[in-house]
């Protein structure tokens, strides 16, 4: 993937989000009859600004795209003249000062909802959820699921593709127990109800490919061994194999499937193994390829950098296109956003206490990693990344911890119940807190970035 690309995508995300959320602010402050001074997009020196309106506030792009702010007037931060002390922020009820806070994140919130309501009106693209054999030995096995299921739903919530399932399955790992699953047999067979236990589950298992923990793996058309693309820097390339290409045998062993081509290279993560490979109607002579060696989790496995060719027709009968109407999308547009916001304060909230892995905390490498991926895969999948940053920067500023939109909060939920502002002495030593505590959290998550950089 192209470094610029991701570079690119990364700033573009967080400067559309940081408008929507600055604005937000800016718009409820204006409603306010609060003076705004500037509006920031980014921090540090000023590449380029102007000012605009009646007020003369100045528009501002700045140095740093990690974030941006909405000055306004305000006794605290400089002196006011008489004529405008009513415009001042501090001046303002503390119902006025609290709306301005949380209008910010609300906007991100909206935004993810604008963001999947169209997209629910347009259409996703997805995977059927439909299941292969379960895994021996889980728990899906356990439940009795069979080869050629549908899902269809998740604990009364309607399963509509694979990432549905994956999602909703998550939602009720979180729950622990055992959730009510309902699935139709191939060819739509009659309604099943299992109930499917998640208690044996471990938090590796949880963190890691869930589905696959659990038994579940999607049903694939049947592929042959035949190289389909290829990663221009992966080992099938380098060995000079080309999409088209099919694999005989790998050593000693002769292919009948795709699946056997790749359990024999996750097996030799660094090896060489000597591929026999056909063209066409020519058999080659041996190919030695040397398989690269990845970390997946705590894991070394091989990869070649090559996918198997898949009949596009094979492909369409198992993709799914989901959408709604106008007002269906609307609903399930806030359903969406309100799960996920919830399901990030419990995932941080797991975090806090030990149950889910710190390790899963990610920090702008990452995010910048999963905006060019997204980008790369299309414009769907850029404004599927889009909402969740959203959602992401909405839940984040509303953590009750000073400096951020929470912290805020806080400080006048404080003066609602005491009747009087807490003192400037108090509110400086919050500030020092929580700036304590988000650097910690940002060299944490940077930490983890630099971890699996390093790992992949």
Known sequence: MSVLLTVAAFIVALSVLVVVHEYGHYWVARRCDVKVLRFSVGFGRALWSRRFGADQTELRIALIPLGGYVKMLDEREGPVSPAELERAFNRKPVWQRSAIVVAGPLANF????????????????????????????????????????????????????????????????????????????????????????????????????????????????????????????????????????????????????????????????????????????????????????????????????????????????MSVQVSYGPLEGLSRAVVKTWDTAWFSLRMLGKMLVGEVSMKNLSGPITIADYAGQSAQSGWISYLLFLALISISLGVLNLLPVPLLDGGHLLYYSVEILTGKPLSERVMEMGQHVGMALLFMLMAFAVYNDIFRLIGS
């Open 110 to 317: 909206l935004a993810a909802i604008m963001i999947y309501w169209a997209l629910f009106m347009h259409g996703v693209p997805g995977v059927a959820p439909q299941i292969d054999a379960p895994m021996p030995k889980s728990a899906a096995e356990a439940a009795g699921f069979v080869r050629g299921e549908t899902i269809t739903a998740v604990g009364g919530d309607a399963v509509a593709s694979w990432q549905d399932l994956r999602w909703l399955m998550l939602q009720r790992a979180l729950d622990g127990g055992s959730t009510l699953i309902e699935s139709r047999g191939e060819g739509g067979g009659a309604l099943q109800r299992r109930m499917l236990d998640f208690s044996r589950l471990t938090r590796d298992e949880l963190e890691g490919d869930l589905l696959r923990a659990l038994g579940f793996a999607r049903l694939r058309p049947p592929l042959d061994p035949v190289l389909g693309d290829l990663s221009p820097s992966g080992a099938a390339a380098r060995a000079g194999l080309q999409g088209g290409d099919r694999v005989l045998s790998v050593g000693d062993t002769r292919l009948a499937s795709w699946e056997d081509l790749v359990r024999l290279v996750r097996a030799a993560p660094g090896e060489r193994l000597e591929f026999r490979i056909r063209r066409g109607e020519v058999d080659l002579p041996p190919v030695t390829v040397t398989v690269d060696r990845v970390m997946e989790r705590d894991t070394a496995i091989g990869r070649i950098g090559a996918g198997p060719r898949v009949d596009p027709e094979a492909l369409r009968r």
